[in-house]
């Protein structure tokens, strides 16, 4: 008798600057503003323990990457419900890894999600499983320079802390390949009850912008079970920010019954 094989993994989608699907349903609705984005490179072999099931790291040329992300989240919202003013509104940093799946999605796993709102930190806890933490946290302007801090409430280790700091600049005309590879992302991977879950996204393509790094001291990264980055990073990006939509979890491999 002939032995059935598994299907091999699908081939990753392109990687494209506006969105590679439709998202016709809408799940929750919010705008990330005033983004910098701070990348390390990072062997495949470290990262694909922390993953989950049914995905491996993401590279471009033979590397992954390990994203520090600090920026507002403004106006999260339910459905096709307005945004909430001060619950759904709130500095956040996470920190993030790339990941595809056995049917070419590509997109992001994080590793935790500071947040300054207890509420919205449970209820995405309890409802996404997501690493959601709550923390103490500022984000200030003054002049060109955009400033975030950090320092971890719950759940621990209590006062793991990030400082960053960055001076914007010029636009971004054309992104390079890489840039694209770490900033549009299409989707998030998640464990749902053991199960991996693909939620989708869309939203308008990043207007970037090159700063310079004036400081960055940070312990999340650690704190989120990755090792400590060496050396400078190798990438850093600005966003004024773009208004995002998550659509509800995407066939196959829909939401699980818990």
């Not at 922390?50 to 993401?58: F, Q, S």
């Not at 049917?103 to 690493?131: D, M, Y």
């Amino acid at each position: 008798m002939p032995i059935a094989l598994a299907p091999a993994p699908a081939a990753a989608e392109p990687i494209t600057p506006d969105p590679v699907r439709d998202v016709p349903a809408t799940l929750l609705t919010q705008s990330w503003l005033d983004l910098s984005f701070v990348h390390w490179a990072a062997d495949p072999a470290d990262v694909a323990p922390l993953l989950p099931p049914g995905t491996v790291p993401d590279t471009h040329d033979g590397v992954t990457y390990i994203g520090l992300v600090a920026f507002r989240m403004h106006r999260v919202g339910w459905f096709k419900v307005p945004g909430i003013p001060y619950l759904g509104t709130f500095p956040e940093t996470n920190v993030r890894l790339y990941s595809v799946d056995s049917h070419g999605r590509r997109g992001v796993v994080f590793r935790s999600l500071e947040a300054s709102r207890l509420l919205p930190v449970a209820v995405a806890r309890s409802t996404f499983r997501l690493p959601y933490k709550w923390a103490r946290m500022s984000i200030e302007h003054e002049a060109d320079t955009i400033a975030y801090t950090s320092s971890r409430r719950w759940p621990g280790p209590r006062g793991a802390r990030s400082r960053l700091a960055v001076r914007i600049g010029e636009p971004i005309v054309e992104p390079s390949d890489l840039e694209h590879f770490l900033t549009a992302r299409w989707g998030m991977h998640n464990t749902f009850f053991g199960r991996s879950v693909y939620l989708p996204n869309t939203h308008p393509r990043w207007p970037l912008h090159r700063p310079e790094l004036v400081h960055c001291e940070d312990e999340l990264i650690t704190a989120a079970g990755l090792p400590a980055p060496v050396g400078p990073p190798v990438s850093v990006l600005y966003s004024p920010g773009v208004p995002v939509r998550f659509g509800g979890p995407a066939r196959p491999g829909g939401l699980p019954t818990p």
